[in-house]
């Protein structure tokens, strides 16, 4: 499967963006990651294939959404109220139906997109 992220730019403070990441087939469970400078990859957000599932980190929580449409077998992050702390190359992962784990956890996801750039002014 490969995955491929879009939507990132640069923003300010307190603004939206929307970022999708497209499946070149079906999957399981699909989750956002981000990796800012000097920093380790963290959990931002994931969603099981039927959606009934969502996780959020603690830091994007009441401010970012997960959705995905499984027909276009798309998975998107709608963000907003964005703060320079969420600057970062956000990248998105998807593993397949069959694999268990904690949707939160990196180690459970098989495929990983390039990563979209999100840079957010103050």
């Known amino acids: 499967v490969q995955l491929q992220a879009s939507g990132g730019g640069l923003v300010q403070a307190g603004g939206s963006l929307r970022l999708s990441c497209a499946a070149s087939g079906r999957t399981g469970s699909m989750g956002w990651f981000r990796q800012a400078p000097g920093k380790e990859r963290e959990f931002v957000a994931a969603i099981t294939w039927s959606g009934g599932i969502t996780s959020y980190a603690d830091s994007v929580k009441g401010r970012f959404t997960i959705s995905r449409d499984n027909a276009k077998n798309t998975v998107y992050l709608q963000m907003n109220s964005l703060k320079p702390e969420d600057t970062a190359v956000y990248h998105c992962?998807?593993?397949?139906?069959?694999?268990?784990?904690?949707?939160?956890?990196?180690?459970?996801?098989?495929?990983w997109g390039q990563g979209t750039l999100v840079t957010v002014s103050s």
């Open positions: 992962a998807s593993r397949p139906g069959f694999r268990t784990g904690s949707i939160s956890s990196d180690r459970t996801y098989d495929y």
